[in-house]
């Protein structure tokens, strides 16, 4: 059984940083990815990371988040810098392959406002 837990979500000013950590347990050697969905869009994946430490941005957050993953921690982070009003979202972590593992939990909560 694998077990994705998320957390560090807040409220952040404009311009402002937050790190989300996602903690992991049940498997190993996978590929795991951040999601987010805002009110009244798809959800989308925003960065994954493989198992070899490849990572891979969706244009919308390219040059401001930065994924990373520390296997000793059983953990996946996501460092998220100059957050912007349109980041606003519940963020989620998940295999990204070969696929999201359902059903999908609570996420975490970000929202950016001033």
């Known amino acids: 059984q694998v077990q994705l837990v998320e957390s560090g979500g807040g409220l952040v000013q404009p311009g402002g940083s937050l790190r989300l950590s996602c903690t992991v347990s049940g498997t190993s050697f996978y590929t795991m990815g951040w999601y987010r969905q805002a009110p009244g869009k798809q959800r989308e994946l925003v960065a994954r990371i493989t198992g070899g430490l490849s990572t891979n941005y969706a244009d919308s957050v390219k040059g401001r988040f930065t994924i990373s993953r520390d296997n000793a921690k059983n953990t996946v982070y996501l460092q998220m810098n100059s957050l912007k009003p349109e980041d606003t979202a519940v963020y989620y972590c998940?295999?990204?392959?070969?696929?999201?593992?359902?059903?999908w939990g609570q996420g975490t909560q970000v929202t950016v406002s001033s």
């Open positions: 998940n295999l990204a392959s070969p696929a999201p593992l359902g059903p």
